[in-house]
């Protein structure tokens, strides 16, 4: 069950797309795509870019720690931003998260969710005329 978000969906492959893992998961993805986009222009330097990806996939954030965070920071963007931001030193620390906002992360990590439901929705539609 999500501590992030009260059960939005009822089947187990809609729950897992939904899930605290799966949110976190997308957020960590966020900044690691953000970082090496910014490298990519110029904005950042492409060895920060490695070292936010990099720690990005390395990151493991308790759950129920975060949510309790995230109630209180009003945004589950602040708290996630600032543990990856202390697994980081130097120019990558800094130019971790750079230009976004926390709507940003919220946005987009739900949308990257909607994109792996609409999948699963298609699935259950083909399945359901082809019967």
């Known amino acids: 069950m999500s501590l992030l978000r009260t059960r939005p969906v009822a089947t187990p492959a809609m729950i897992a797309t939904f899930d605290d893992a799966a949110t976190i998961a997308a957020a960590l993805a ?22 936010i990806a990099t720690a990005a996939g390395r990151l493991a954030l308790d759950p129920a720690e975060l949510a309790e965070a995230a109630a209180l920071a009003g945004t589950l963007a602040i708290p996630l931003v600032a543990q990856l931001r202390a697994t980081l030193s130097g ?3 800094a130019a971790l998260h ?15 969710q909607v994109r792996q439901a609409a ?8 399945r359901v005329t082809d019967a």
């Open 98 to 112: 750079r230009g976004a906002t926390s709507q940003d992360i919220a946005d987009t990590v739900l949308m990257m």
């Open 30 to 51: 966020f900044e690691a795509a953000l970082a090496c986009a910014q490298a990519a222009e110029g904005v950042i330097a492409a060895d920060s870019a490695e070292a």
């Open 119 to 126: 999948t699963l929705l298609l699935a259950d539609a083909a």
């Open 91 to 93: 120019e990558a620390a």
